[in-house]
């Protein structure tokens, strides 16, 4: 009897155990922040190549030395130094990148402001003309880009498919008219924009028609967007009771399309289904997968703020040090790397 307990037990046991294996815990990082190189130009933004360089840059604005700011991270984790092109009266507003090379697009004293990175340090490249200032970029693939740039007839988009060395003639955007706005494309061709006036857009064409898509009538701003597909995406969107993250499949294909960029007319896609939950101080968002994003901005102190979804719930990231609020993130499939003005932080998604 006492044989046939133990043995019992024992079953029992392994059955448990085999249970727990098959669950896997959640991990949830220590995070803790890293001091810029310098702290007389603020960082901007951060991007990283699908190879994981990663690097931050940003621009003071003035024309007083040093007008700009660029840092590379190594496979160690450790930050070095890495040389910006001088930048008058700059700001950074926008990255992407593809497999080896990243974009870094913003506005100066003559308009757009585009560099390029491929692993030995920031250099100019060419950008559409009449360009008023970049403010959003993103690759589909690794040569296959698009920017966002404001000009006098309103927001436009141009594309490239050498991975931004040339770029296509501009489309405009009706249906965007805020002062910022956020591009996310996942297929050469198809692209989704959102603004600071809570417009959401998408193109199936490379920009030539537009459909405007249906949002939450209490959307204020659009702060951030992933899109996976051409009906899939996640966004970080600043409502009537603040930030709210929010995700779709339901992006169906368009059954109205806005007129070819000549024309002013727009027209609404039926309504769309968002799930959302509530990130209170959330100011920029990143995905490395449709499941797996990052959300940063301020804590209720005024300190950094990390917020993991895991595509059923949001997680608080463990902080030893983030004394400042992040304001851009950005995340691979192995790495996401965050900054404030003065502080960088990064950890495994």
């Given at each position: 009897?006492?044989?046939?307990?133990?043995?019992?037990?024992?079953?029992?046991?392994?059955?448990?155990?085999?249970?727990?294996?098959?669950?896997?815990?959640?991990?949830?990082?220590t995070l803790s922040g890293?001091?810029?190189?310098?702290?007389?130009?603020?960082?901007?933004?951060?991007?990283?190549?699908?190879?994981?360089?990663?690097?931050?840059?940003?621009?003071?604005?003035?024309?007083?030395?040093?007008?700009?700011?660029?840092?590379?991270?190594?496979?160690?984790?450790?930050?070095?130094?890495?040389?910006?092109?001088?930048?008058?009266?700059?700001?950074?507003?926008?990255?992407?990148?593809?497999?080896?090379?990243?974009?870094?697009?913003?506005?100066?004293?003559?308009?757009?402001?585009?560099?390029?990175?491929?692993?030995?340090?920031?250099?100019?490249?060419?950008?559409?003309?009449?360009?008023?200032?970049?403010?959003?970029?993103?690759?589909?693939?690794?040569?296959?880009?698009?920017?966002?740039?404001?000009?006098?007839?309103?927001?436009?988009?141009?594309?490239?498919?050498?991975?931004?060395?040339?770029?296509?003639?501009?489309?405009?955007?009706?249906?965007?008219?805020?002062?910022?706005?956020?591009?996310?494309?996942?297929?050469?061709?198809?692209?989704?924009?959102?603004?600071?006036?809570?417009?959401?857009?998408?193109?199936?064409?490379?920009?030539?028609?537009?459909?405007?898509?249906?949002?939450?009538?209490?959307?204020?701003?659009?702060?951030?967007?992933?899109?996976?597909?051409?009906?899939?995406?996640?966004?970080?969107?600043?409502?009537?009771?603040?930030?709210?993250?929010?995700?779709?499949?339901?992006?169906?294909?368009?059954?109205?399309?806005?007129?070819?960029?000549?024309?002013?007319?727009?027209t609404s896609t039926p309504?769309?289904?968002?799930?959302?939950?509530?990130?209170?101080?959330?100011?920029?968002?990143?995905?490395?997968?449709?499941?797996?994003?990052?959300?940063?901005?301020?804590?209720?102190?005024?300190?950094?703020?990390?917020?993991?979804?895991?595509?059923?719930?949001?997680?608080?990231?463990?902080?030893?040090?983030?004394?400042?609020?992040?304001?851009?993130?950005?995340?691979?499939?192995?790495?996401?790397?965050?900054?404030?003005?003065?502080?960088?932080?990064?950890?495994?998604?």
């Amino acid at each position: 009897m006492v044989r046939a307990l133990r043995m019992a037990t024992m079953l029992i046991a392994g059955a448990l155990a085999l249970g727990a294996c098959g669950t896997p815990a959640t991990v949830i990082p220590t995070l803790s922040g890293t001091p810029s190189i310098s702290i007389n130009v603020p960082l901007q933004t951060v991007a990283c190549t699908g190879l994981g360089s990663c690097l931050a840059a940003g621009a003071n604005g003035t024309s007083l030395s040093p007008t700009s700011v660029a840092q590379v991270r190594l496979p160690s984790g450790h930050w070095t130094p890495l040389v910006a092109p001088g930048a008058t009266y700059a700001t950074l507003d926008a990255s992407a990148c593809g497999r080896s090379t990243c974009l870094i697009g913003g506005r100066n004293s003559t308009g757009d402001l585009l560099w390029s990175y491929s692993g030995q340090g920031l250099l100019p490249v060419a950008n559409p003309a009449g360009g008023l200032g970049i403010g959003a970029l993103s690759c589909a693939s690794s040569t296959w880009c698009a920017l966002l740039d404001q000009s006098s007839s309103g927001w436009r988009l141009s594309t490239g498919s050498d991975a931004g060395t040339r770029w296509s003639a501009p489309h405009v955007v009706h249906g965007l008219s805020g002062s910022a706005v956020v591009l996310s494309c996942p297929e050469t061709g198809v692209c989704v924009a959102g603004d600071s006036s809570g417009h959401l857009v998408e193109t199936r064409n490379a920009g030539v028609s537009w459909s405007s898509l249906a949002v939450p009538s209490d959307w204020t701003s659009l702060l951030g967007l992933a899109c996976f597909s051409a009906i899939q995406c996640v966004a970080l969107a600043h409502s009537g009771a603040g930030p709210v993250l929010a995700s779709t499949t339901a992006l169906a294909t368009p059954t109205t399309t806005v007129a070819p960029s000549t024309s002013t007319t727009a027209t609404s896609t039926p309504a769309r289904s968002w799930s959302l939950r509530s990130v209170p101080g959330a100011r920029a968002l990143a995905c490395s997968k449709a499941n797996n994003c990052a959300v940063v901005g301020a804590d209720s102190a005024g300190a950094g703020l990390v917020e993991l979804w895991r595509g059923a719930a949001l997680i608080d990231a463990r902080v030893n040090y983030l004394p400042e609020p992040l304001g851009t993130v950005t995340c691979l499939g192995t790495l996401c790397v965050a900054a404030g003005t003065t502080t960088l932080v990064s950890w495994r998604p």
